[in-house]
């Protein structure tokens, strides 16, 4: 694990591969195919600042599952196919650390959130507005009462 570690609530879209950090995964959508031969699946993923949604390709697809624990070593938040997810990237590193022991919260999901250029520097965004408090691609289940 890096010294540098950041939290989720602190993560912002970037170009770069460069960001450490440390999660659990709570859900998992199903894998599809994308542009012919890729396998790719979503997922939610919280630490106990924030959750963001996780793309996972390829094989990463079916090595992890709700209730790890994953360390992501340079790691990308950036938009991918029209969503804005959190992934490993070519260069990053996923590492399973544990299972279903870490204490996390759903809200604010940070890529429910609308992020515009920063007007004092190109090369990095600001939050304009949050565009759901929670995920629109894992929406949270019903209470009963």
């Given amino acids: ?26 859900d998992k959508g199903k894998a599809t195919i994308i542009e012919g031969q890729n396998k790719m699946c979503l997922a939610l993923v919280a ?17 992890f599952d709700s209730g790890d624990i994953i360390c992501l070593t340079n790691g990308i938040f950036s938009y991918q196919h029209r969503k804005l997810v959190l992934r490993a990237g070519k260069r990053g590193k996923l590492l399973k650390v544990g299972e279903f022991t870490m204490a996390y919260v759903e809200t604010p999901n940070m890529s429910e959130i609308h992020w515009i250029p920063d007007p004092n520097n190109s090369k ?4 304009e507005h949050v565009i759901s408090s929670v ?11």
């Fill in 1 to 26: 694990m890096s010294e540098n570690m950041i939290l989720l609530k602190n993560i912002v879209p970037a170009a770069q591969n460069n960001l450490d950090t440390k999660f659990i995964i709570l």
């Fill in 47 to 63: 630490d106990e600042t924030a959750a963001v949604h996780f793309q996972f390709w390829g094989d990463e697809c079916d090595a």
């Fill in 124 to 127: 990095r965004y600001i939050q």
């Fill in 135 to 145: 995920s629109r691609s894992f929406p949270p289940l019903p209470f009963d009462m």
